[in-house]
């Protein structure tokens, strides 16, 4: 019994990394653990936050995203502009190759969820299509988590 406890208690944790770790492949892109943080049904609008790798020599444009827990998602970009915080609506995110796009609440760049078709809360999952210029489209599963444990989480892919 002695031997065979430390492989159940690792084949218990090796199987608990899936729940937190996930991420999509597009070409040489890499997108890793889409998240959106909880919206109350008072609130409109969501936000929804996520890592974009470029792994190969050309540049990958974010110039789209859909999904159907919303009517619209809109990049947008977060900035302090003399002391007030400001949220503009961007037309696309480039990422230059070997290099990785965190987006993370707080503030920089996100995905504004526009018109939420239902309250966003812990523990839901939804469909959102990413649409890269040049490379087409990829679908990703965002988890709703608490700002701190998907920050967390997708701090973990890096």
Not at 38 to 43: E, I, M, R, T
Not at 47 to 52: E, Q
Not at 54 to 66: F, K, M, N, P
Not at 140 to 146: A, L
């Given at each position: 019994?002695?031997?065979?406890?430390?492989?159940?208690l690792?084949?218990?944790?090796?199987?608990?990394?899936?729940?937190?770790?996930?991420?999509?492949?597009?070409?040489?892109?890499?997108?890793?653990?889409?998240?959106a943080?909880?919206?109350?049904?008072?609130?409109p609008?969501?936000?929804?936050?996520?890592?974009i790798?470029?792994?190969g020599?050309?540049?990958?444009?974010?110039?789209?995203?859909?999904?159907?827990?919303?009517?619209?998602?809109?990049?947008?970009?977060?900035?302090?502009?003399?002391?007030?915080?400001?949220?503009?609506?961007?037309?696309?995110?480039?990422?230059?190759p070997?290099?990785?796009?965190?987006?993370?609440?707080?503030?920089?760049?996100?995905?504004?969820?526009?018109?939420?078709?239902?309250p966003l809360?812990?523990?839901?999952?939804?469909?959102?299509?990413?649409?890269?210029?040049?490379?087409?489209?990829?679908?990703?599963?965002?988890?709703?988590?608490?700002?701190?444990?998907?920050?967390e989480?997708a701090?973990?892919?890096?």
């Amino acid at each position: 019994m002695r031997s065979i406890l430390p492989l159940l208690l690792t084949s218990v944790l090796l199987a608990a990394v899936p729940a937190q770790a996930h991420e999509s492949r597009l070409d040489d892109v890499r997108i890793a653990h889409p998240f959106a943080t909880p919206a109350p049904p008072s609130v409109p609008h969501g936000a929804a936050y996520l890592d974009i790798g470029v792994e190969g020599d050309s540049s990958a444009v974010l110039v789209g995203a859909s999904s159907p827990a919303s009517e619209s998602v809109e990049i947008h970009d977060m900035s302090m502009d003399d002391g007030v915080m400001r949220m503009r609506r961007v037309p696309q995110l480039e990422i230059e190759p070997g290099t990785t796009q965190r987006m993370r609440p707080g503030g920089g760049y996100h995905l504004m969820l526009m018109n939420l078709v239902a309250p966003l809360s812990e523990g839901d999952r939804f469909p959102l299509t990413l649409e890269f210029a040049e490379r087409g489209e990829v679908q990703v599963e965002v988890r709703v988590e608490s700002a701190q444990e998907g920050s967390e989480a997708a701090d973990g892919h890096h």
